[in-house]
């Protein structure tokens, strides 16, 4: 069934986010059952009544301007906290639905996140969940995520980071590899071995080890053997065949160094961490089913409490 759009200016700013959506006038036009000129027509009005154009239109496609995408925003999170009152006036506020997008990093996905999703979708069956598995940094706004996890929290004060947990780092070899080329018994002695290394998609830098070396971590870039990029479970598989040492998170490998595939080295130099956190945008209305997820993510893999996080909790990030 299709909804009625009036000429209200509740209607105009439906039609405006549709259309900032979909990318389409033609497209927003099937989605809100009108004509693609009543649409055309609606965000022309929306433009002149602002001062400002709101939408860039090519012969394909439109997008949004820089003003057009600070207007959807503010457009947006005033439509979600509309459509969350009337749910509760409705009675539907507690049971949550409708579709949630994330990006998340290989490596946190598959060992940590994915595991969870049967039970979050057995406590909110009208809830839908897309993942999106990358390393890269996302454009929330222009690629319509509502979440993200990631270890190295873009620079962003447009961004709030909830903290899930801090990964333990560990040293890791095939007994093959260590019986040929020997155990590293200190730092300096990785020189003399085949190290694997992941570079970060962003920037293209090599992941630099960390260490604990008394109270202090201490962070080092090796000469390496073997690069890898976007897949840094790829650096396990590595080193299970033989091909050297990595440094990785010990959730990867765990299984591994419990059945003897592979053995953790240098373990007097154990301790160092990294960070991996929730990142949503900080000024949008989050929906119920948003903050649901949010929450039970918080509860299961987080030591903090898991309070609601537009309250305690939160950090924006600085530029």
Request: aromatic share 8%; net charge positive.
């Given at each position: 069934?299709?909804?009625?759009?009036?000429?209200?200016?509740?209607?105009?700013?439906?039609?405006?986010?549709?259309?900032?959506?979909?990318?389409?006038?033609?497209?927003?036009?099937?989605?809100?059952g009108v004509t693609p000129a009543a649409v055309s027509r609606t965000v022309a009005r929306l433009e002149r009544k602002l001062g400002t154009r709101l939408l860039v239109r090519t012969t394909r496609a439109v997008s949004l301007s820089e003003e057009g995408r600070?207007?959807?925003?503010?457009?947006?999170?005033?439509?979600?906290?509309?459509?969350?009152?009337?749910?509760?006036?409705?009675?539907?506020?507690?049971?949550?639905?409708?579709?949630?997008?994330?990006?998340?990093?290989?490596?946190?996905?598959?060992?940590?996140?994915?595991?969870?999703?049967?039970?979050?979708?057995?406590?909110?069956?009208?809830?839908?969940?897309?993942?999106?598995?990358?390393?890269?940094?996302?454009?929330?706004?222009?690629?319509?995520?509502?979440?993200?996890?990631?270890?190295?929290?873009?620079?962003?004060?447009?961004?709030?980071?909830?903290?899930?947990?801090?990964?333990?780092?560990?040293?890791?070899?095939?007994?093959?590899?260590?019986?040929?080329?020997?155990?590293?018994?200190?730092?300096?002695?990785?020189?003399?071995?085949?190290?694997?290394?992941?570079?970060?998609?962003?920037?293209?830098?090599?992941?630099?080890?960390?260490?604990?070396?008394?109270?202090?971590?201490?962070?080092?870039?090796?000469?390496?053997?073997?690069?890898?990029?976007?897949?840094?479970?790829?650096?396990?598989?590595?080193?299970?065949?033989?091909?050297?040492?990595?440094?990785?998170?010990?959730?990867?490998?765990?299984?591994d160094l419990r059945e003897g595939r592979l053995k953790p080295v240098l373990r007097r130099f154990e301790g160092a961490s990294r960070p991996f956190s929730l990142l949503y945008p900080a000024n949008r209305f989050m929906p119920q089913r948003v903050r649901v997820?949010?929450?039970?993510?918080?509860?299961?893999?987080?030591?903090?409490?898991?309070?609601?996080?537009?309250?305690?909790?939160?950090?924006?990030?600085?530029?």
């Amino acid at each position: 069934m299709s909804r009625t759009f009036d000429d209200t200016s509740l209607g105009s700013l439906e039609l405006f986010c549709f259309t900032a959506e979909l990318q389409s006038f033609s497209r927003a036009a099937a989605a809100a059952g009108v004509t693609p000129a009543a649409v055309s027509r609606t965000v022309a009005r929306l433009e002149r009544k602002l001062g400002t154009r709101l939408l860039v239109r090519t012969t394909r496609a439109v997008s949004l301007s820089e003003e057009g995408r600070q207007y959807y925003e503010s457009c947006r999170q005033a439509l979600g906290q509309l459509a969350e009152a009337e749910r509760a006036l409705n009675g539907t506020l507690g049971d949550p639905g409708g579709t949630v997008r994330m990006s998340l990093p290989t490596s946190y996905g598959h060992h940590r996140v994915f595991p969870l999703l049967a039970e979050f979708r057995a406590l909110h069956p009208r809830i839908s969940l897309e993942m999106q598995v990358t390393n890269r940094n996302v454009d929330f706004a222009a690629e319509g995520f509502d979440l993200a996890i990631r270890a190295r929290t873009p620079p962003d004060s447009g961004l709030v980071a909830r903290k899930l947990e801090d990964a333990d780092l560990v040293v890791i070899a095939s007994p093959g590899y260590l019986r040929r080329k020997g155990t590293p018994r200190t730092i300096d002695d990785l020189a003399a071995h085949d190290c694997i290394h992941f570079s970060l998609p962003s920037t293209g830098q090599t992941v630099p080890w960390l260490f604990k070396v008394g109270d202090e971590i201490v962070e080092r870039s090796l000469p390496g053997t073997w690069l890898c990029q976007e897949d840094i479970l790829a650096l396990a598989s590595l080193a299970r065949g033989g091909a050297g040492l990595v440094q990785t998170y010990r959730f990867i490998v765990e299984d591994d160094l419990r059945e003897g595939r592979l053995k953790p080295v240098l373990r007097r130099f154990e301790g160092a961490s990294r960070p991996f956190s929730l990142l949503y945008p900080a000024n949008r209305f989050m929906p119920q089913r948003v903050r649901v997820l949010v929450d039970f993510l918080l509860r299961r893999l987080s030591s903090d409490p898991p309070t609601h996080p537009e309250h305690a909790g939160d950090q924006r990030l600085r530029r």
